[in-house]
């Protein structure tokens, strides 16, 4: 649709023509409708660009730890100093939903419980595999139990954790090209991923595969998976800093970057995601600002984890960060509140967010139109009041959706600088530039018997005229495969594509 800012009178005349046995058919639907949506010029609206995310600045509230070889703890920013297992064997460190404690894991399968993280028990090596180890744990979203992994892709389950099935009764433990080395539960606790070193991506319950590096050549081996906030999609991260992006928006890298020690995992923090290497250096692609590093100090062993705060939810205040943290976990560099039927002319810069505040209530029906020129495929979605996405990747050049709650809705405009599912830095960043209208649609709907006119002098009142800019008229009948049906404007009808 093209908005044109006007309403209008209509003139049509629907009529059937005849099949061959001489009857107009009945008993199937088909819809025309006549649309109009409004221009209302407005200010353009260009977004604000965000700080750089890695710029020292003082914590909002973000904050993480890190964990060496032996169990000494470092925290930084916010998090709390809660204690550690020094000396001990750890395998990693998870923190709580809260941020007010974490669980140790240790090599022998032994879980240690800090602040408010509660005591769900200890892995069992019973069983294993010759040369099976305990690899990773992850949190269930309560806090109230906890997954713990081995290297071969074993699964046990503790609290109120949920078994989804494991590599093990899938027989695929004694034959993997790699060992799994990381493990992430989706933010409902409805399932679980793990990854392994050749960057295969293994996925149970309802989390969903959405690609890998399994089979492909590498330049390190694989460390780390971490979902993109939107819970779509993922990225991997290999030990030399290089990051894989599978449905999600590429965030940056350490590739081709000369470092003082491997990268050996990386976490969700603040939109984005933290890398961190054996040295203790601290690598942050995300909204929320770098906190400090052990890089350049003489640790006593090295670092093997980081565990954000919190789970890795941005601390920074945002409703994006906290209240819809499941669904998107954008931040939004421009914020605007939209008066319907409205105009807007934005720009997004490379790795920017624009969104546009709608107030609705339920059964309310929007129309979003692209104007001429308006290309950004994939780059916009729409998220609900309770935070589920309405739409997303969107293929259509215009939308429209009907409320299914009352609150603030939030279209959300993007460009991350790789198309989903790209597996490197993007060879040509670029901005654009946007032109959306933004209108109701409200509907009159009629049911009408062919043949018929349509206009001023129409049976049924409200036929034949918008009565204003943004509302949909609907005229719906009954047709049978076969059926041909002639449309005709007459002489004062002009609407150009609007039907």
Known sequence: MRALG???????????IATSSGQAGAQT?????????????????????????????????????????????????????????FPGEAVKMVSTPTGGGYWILLSSGAVRAFGDAGDFGDASTAGFLAG???ATMSATPTGQGYWIFSDRGRVQAFGDATFFGDLVDLGLAPVLNGPVVDSVALPDGSGYYMVATDGGVFAFGAAEFRGSMGGQPLNSPVNGLVPDPDGVGYWLVAGDGGV???????????????LNGPVVGMVAFGGGYLMVANDGGIFNFSDDP????????????????????????????????TAAAAD?????????????????????????VDELRLSLSEGDRVSIDRLD???????MRLVAPSGVVVFREIDLRDATFEATETGTYRLQIYDFGNEPGSTGVDSNPRSFDYQLVLSRADAQVFDIT????????????????????????????SLAAGDRVSIDRLDATSFADHM
């Open 6 to 16: 006007r309403a209008f009178a209509a003139a049509l005349v629907v009529s059937a």
């Open 29 to 85: 639907n088909a819809t025309v409708r006549a649309c109009e949506s409004q221009v209302v010029d407005s200010d353009p609206s260009t977004p604000t660009p965000p700080g750089a995310p890695s710029d020292p600045v003082d914590p909002t509230g973000a904050g993480y730890w890190m964990i060496d070889a032996d169990g000494r703890v470092y925290p930084f920013g916010a998090a709390p100093d809660l204690g550690d297992v």
């Open 132 to 134: 099976e180890r305990i």
């Open 244 to 258: 894989f992006a599978f449905e999600a928006g590429f965030r940056g890298s350490m590739g081709s970057t000369p």
């Open 290 to 321: 770098f906190l400090g590093s052990l890089g350049g100090q003489n640790i006593p062993s090295p670092i093997i984890a980081v565990a954000p705060l919190g789970g890795g939810v941005s601390a920074a205040g945002s409703e994006l960060s």
């Open 328 to 352: 998107t976990g954008i931040e939004a560099a421009g914020v605007q509140d939209v008066s319907l039927p409205e105009r807007i002319d934005g720009t997004i810069e490379l790795g920017e």
């Open 373 to 379: 020129g308006t290309s950004f495929a994939d780059h």
């Open 450 to 477: 062919l043949p018929i006119q349509i206009g001023v002098d129409a049976p049924q009142t409200g036929m034949g005229i918008l009565e204003r800019p943004g509302y949909v008229d609907e005229y719906r009948f």
